[in-house]
């Protein structure tokens, strides 16, 4: 079975644990980044009103940069060892994802980063009037970035499984 040309799950155990435990990393890495930022971006203008215009342009610029960099980091790690022979490819994926792993992630970013945005100011539409404590938007930011980084991390590990055999992966050093 696969979504966006590419399996859902890798074929063997130690494929799906080693996805699991990375995108958890990458989950958990997000989620502190996503928070800091917001810190040091709105920790200033507490309380920040769900319906702010400022508020709302971040959510698409971190679920652009989250997306990007929970696909393109992991990826480089797997990569490298992928190269060294410490893990085989896996499984398969459609021919028009990209080989390049910049281009792949930012495909992929782009792919997250839409209706991560949308469902972000869909649900603070319906909360124009709420204004968020420090500690509240830290949270909100920061399960906002897992999300993202739980879907990206995923998926782009997935691909660089499935990376065609007889192509180095590129991007990759």
Same mark, same amino acid.
């Given at each position: 079975?696969?979504?966006?040309?590419?399996?859902?799950?890798?074929?063997?155990?130690? +494929?799906?644990?080693?996805?699991?435990?990375?995108?958890?990393?990458?989950?958990?890495?997000?989620?502190? &980044?996503?928070? =800091?930022?917001?810190?040091?971006?709105?920790?200033?203008?507490?309380?920040?009103? =769900? *319906?702010?215009?400022?508020?709302?342009?971040?959510?698409?610029?971190?679920?652009?940069?989250?997306?990007?960099?929970?696909?393109?980091?992991?990826?480089?790690?797997?990569?490298?060892?992928?190269?060294? *022979?410490?893990? &085989?490819?896996?499984?398969?994926?459609?021919?028009?994802?990209?080989? +390049? %792993?910049?281009?792949? $992630?930012? %495909?992929?970013?782009?792919?997250?980063? !839409?209706? !991560?945005? !949308? =469902? +972000?100011?869909?649900?603070?539409?319906?909360?124009?009037?709420?204004?968020?404590?420090?500690?509240?938007? %830290?949270?909100?930011? !920061?399960?906002? *970035? $897992?999300?993202?980084?739980?879907?990206?991390? *995923?998926?782009?590990?997935?691909?660089?499984? =499935?990376?065609?055999?007889? &192509?180095?992966?590129?991007?990759?050093?």
């Amino acid at each position: 079975m696969s979504i966006v040309g590419i399996e859902l799950l890798p074929s063997t155990d130690r +494929h799906r644990r080693y996805v699991v435990v990375e995108t958890m990393v990458s989950i958990g890495i997000s989620a502190l &980044l996503s928070a =800091a930022f917001a810190w040091v971006i709105f920790g200033h203008a507490v309380p920040v009103a =769900a *319906g702010n215009t400022a508020f709302r342009i971040d959510a698409m610029i971190q679920a652009l940069i989250v997306a990007f960099m929970s696909a393109v980091v992991p990826s480089l790690l797997l990569g490298r060892r992928m190269k060294s *022979g410490l893990i &085989l490819r896996a499984g398969s994926r459609a021919a028009w994802w990209p080989n +390049h %792993l910049v281009l792949r $992630s930012a %495909l992929l970013a782009a792919i997250v980063a !839409a209706p !991560a945005t !949308a =469902a +972000h100011l869909g649900a603070t539409f319906f909360m124009l009037d709420h204004h968020f404590s420090l500690a509240g938007l %830290l949270v909100w930011k !920061a399960v906002y *970035g $897992s999300i993202i980084a739980a879907v990206s991390t *995923g998926t782009a590990l997935r691909l660089m499984l =499935a990376q065609p055999v007889g &192509l180095k992966p590129e991007g990759v050093s």
